[in-house]
C-alpha cells in the first residue's frame, strides 16, 4: 500500500470535509491511504499528490462520488439498538393511533438519516408493522408462527413512509435492493423472519430478501448533508441519525442536526446512537433515555 504524507493527508482531508463535512482526525493517514489506494489504481496513478491534482484539474464529479464512496464508514446490523425500536413500537405507534383517534391523520413519517445498506430503515418498518397489528414488542418476540401476511391489513389504513437516505450510492443500491446474507440476520427473532423476509433458493440459498410489501414503505434517497436545500418535503414523526456525529465537528454537527430538527413534526423525536450526547441542543429538544430526544414546545 502506498504511504501519504501529512501535506496530502491535509489537502485530501480539507476536500472531504468541504464534500461531505465529515472531518477526518489526526492520525487517519494509514485508514486514508487504504481507502483510496484503489482509486490510484483505478486511473494508472503512482502517488495521492497525483490523484489529489487530478480531482483538482478534472472537476470530476463522478470521480469524487467514488472518492466519497471510499471513505464512510459504513456498520450496521438489524434492530441494532433494540431500545430504539421497542420505542417505535410501544410508545411512537400507541402515540400516533391516539391521535389519529383524536382525529389527526392515519400517518407515520420517519427518515432514516445515513441509512448504510438497509438494515436500520428495515427494522423501522418491521416494528411499525409488529405494533400497527398488535404484535409483540420487538424485543420479546420469540415465538415462530406461519403467518406471513397477518400485518397487511393492519397497515392498510396507515400511511407509512420511511425516507432512507445516504451519501454512498453503493451502500444505497444495496439498500434499495434489500437482499441480504443469511447469516447477517442472527439478531432478527424467528418470527420476524417468518413474516417479513423469502428465503433464496437455487443460486440464490443462502441469502434472504425483504418482502415486497415491507420494501415499499421505503423511499430511498441520495442525501450529502452538506447540500441545500436538501431533497426533502414535509415534516416527520422521527429522525433517526445514529452513531454519525463522531464523522463530524461540533460546528457541522450543530449545522445538521438543527436543521433535522426544523423537520420533526411539533413534539416530534430525534434519535442518536448509543454513545452520542448533544448537550448543547437542550434548549430545542428534551432528553428521555437511551439517546431518544423529543423536540420541546416551539413557543408561539
Known sequence: MLTMDQRDFKRFRELIHHQTGIWLRDGKNVMLASRLT????????SSFSEYYDYLERSGDAL?????INCVTTNKTSFFREMHHFEFLHDVLVPERTKAARNGQSKSIRIW?????????????????????SGGDSVGRLTGDTSATTEYAAAIASWKLEIVASDIDTTVLD?????????????GVPA???????LRGKGEMAGYVKIRPDIRKLLHFERINLMDKPWPLSGRFHVIFFRNA?????QQTQDVFLRRMLQLLEPRGYLILGHSEHVPWLHDQIHPLNHTIFQLRERPE
Open 38 to 45: 484503489r482509486r490510484l489504481r483505478h486511473h494508472g496513478l
Open 63 to 67: 470521480e469524487i462520488g467514488e472518492l
Open 112 to 132: 432514516s438519516a445515513a441509512c448504510s445498506t438497509g438494515e436500520e430503515p428495515y427494522s423501522i418498518a418491521m416494528s411499525l408493522c409488529e405494533a400497527l
Open 174 to 186: 444495496k439498500a434499495s435492493r434489500g437482499v441480504y446474507r443469511d447469516d447477517l440476520l442472527d
Open 191 to 197: 418470527a420476524l423472519l417468518k413474516r417479513y423476509f
Open 245 to 249: 456525529l463522531i464523522y463530524f465537528n
